[in-house]
């Protein structure tokens, strides 16, 4: 495997990964910061924001496309209580980066997410020319260490709820209510929205929205019952393309298990990256 390549792949897969858990992120908002949210559909929202922080895990279903670059499927399992842990299949279905995962070998990709780290197996090819480990694994303190986005990598993973939805919601000037629609063979309620970034309450998030070249975002999101929020559409034009984002939740509460693979078939992004000479590479 060459450098360049092999930096590249590794990259890759921290950047796909981190877009499917992307749902959401779990913002701490600016001291004194006014949510723009209309009075009229300020409680509904917030119910939907409380209900669903309490719930503290879900099953999570998505497809995220970001220009050329990117386009992906999830579905998995995710909890969001004292940390985020959770089990995701990744399924690359175009774009970029998809064709250089390909030229590995791989088309889809489980990514195990733990309160320290996260792990992504690769495959068998991939195994054949990284000492036949087949596991990647990402410590979030060495992705705040990359320059190029890679602490914002580290937050958005650690970070992931499903409810960033809401919470941008609540940051709109315009929210509205479009009606009552079936999701999943239930009633949930449609409300939607415009954000500018720069009315964004929590100061990561918008710091991350702003390196990607954002400065408007729309929300979609429906709420469906006992407040919970059982899908989502979120959609912005970044630097590199438009990013569109889709998510279904269902099984709030359900119980999720996460193992950490084992350390004789893993391999350390750092040290992959340190046999192949390189220091700070950038995505």
């Keep these: 495997m060459k450098c360049t390549k092999g930096r590249r792949v590794a990259l890759a897969v921290a950047s796909a990964t981190v877009?499917?858990?992307c749902t959401s992120s779990e913002p701490s908002e600016q001291p004194g910061k006014d949510r723009r949210a209309t009075s009229e559909f300020l409680p509904a929202l917030r119910a939907a924001e409380r209900s669903?922080?309490?719930a503290e895990s879900a099953r999570?279903?998505?497809t995220t496309v970001m220009g050329s670059q990117?386009?992906?499927e999830s579905d998995g399992a995710l909890d969001w209580g004292s940390a985020l842990t959770g089990t995701l299949t990744i399924t690359y279905t175009g774009g970029t980066t998809?064709?250089?995962m390909r030229g590995l070998g791989i088309t889809?990709?489980?990514a195990r997410y733990l309160s320290d780290a996260y792990y992504a197996r690769m495959g068998d090819a991939f195994a054949a020319k990284a000492g036949g480990k087949h596991w990647l694994k990402y410590v979030y303190e060495d992705l705040e260490t990359l320059g190029g986005g890679g602490a914002n990598f580290a937050d958005q993973i650690r970070n992931t709820t499903p409810n960033q939805s809401v919470k941008l919601l609540l940051d709109s000037a315009d929210v509205r209510r479009v009606g009552v629609e079936t999701v999943s063979g239930q009633a949930a309620t449609h409300y939607s929205g415009t954000v500018r970034v720069s009315d964004v309450a929590d100061a990561e998030l918008r710091k991350q929205l702003e390196q990607a070249g954002v400065t408007t975002q729309t929300v979609d999101i429906w709420v469906g019952d006992h407040d919970l929020l059982v899908k989502k559409v979120?959609?912005?034009r970044m630097a590199t393309g438009?990013?569109?984002?889709?998510?279904y939740y269902s099984d709030y509460g359900t119980r999720v298990s996460v193992r950490k693979p084992p350390a004789a078939d893993t391999k350390d992004f750092k040290e992959l990256l340190g046999e192949q000479g390189g220091d700070s590479p950038a995505p």
């Design 19 to 21: 877009l499917t858990a």
């Design 52 to 54: 669903t922080d309490r």
């Design 60 to 62: 999570v279903r998505s």
């Design 70 to 72: 990117l386009s992906i």
């Design 98 to 100: 998809a064709e250089t």
């Design 108 to 110: 889809s990709m489980e």
């Design 234 to 236: 979120e959609k912005a």
């Design 242 to 247: 438009e990013l569109t984002q889709t998510a």
